[in-house]
């Protein structure tokens, strides 16, 4: 490893150590500290949840008896006169249109013949099973 690799590396705080026959390698991993070793530890050692579980609720009791009293929800009023939303429409549309109409806009006849054909044959099953029953 050259000296201009080796300072690109010190630059960004990476430890490589060289080895005499020009190889480079990396520094041996750190030994397991102490927390590590205790998270081990607290993993596996056994629960006992009704102990911990009666503490718990007895200290969330005199937590939750402790806080205030939530306060009163006031909404926000603007001071700007509220807009009347209505739905933009084609020119052509009356001002109270038909329900079919809207649907119109959305869908085109073969579609909705589609769905009466389908609705009819549904409700044929649904009848032939009613009566077989």
């Known amino acids: 490893m050259d000296s201009a690799q080796q300072s690109a ?6 430890n490589i150590t060289t080895v005499p026959n020009g190889s480079s390698k ?16 607290v993993k596996s050692a056994p629960k006992r949840p009704e102990r911990k579980a009666k503490k718990i609720s007895a200290e969330n009791a005199k937590i939750l008896e402790s806080l205030p ?12 006169i509220a807009y009347r939303a209505s739905p933009i429409l084609p020119p052509e549309f009356s001002s109270d249109p038909e329900p079919l109409a809207l649907f119109n806009l959305f869908f ?3 579609i909705l ?11 044929k099953i649904k009848q032939q099973t009613a009566q077989s029953n």
């Open 9 to 14: 590396l010190s630059k960004h705080k990476i």
């Open 113 to 123: 013949v589609q769905i009466i054909t389908n609705t009819n044959c549904y409700a």
């Open 108 to 110: 085109e006849n073969n």
């Open 69 to 80: 009293e939530p306060l009163e929800f006031e909404a926000y009023k603007s001071l700007f």
């Open 26 to 41: 990396q520094p041996p991993a750190s030994k397991p500290t102490e927390e590590t070793s205790h998270a081990k530890k």
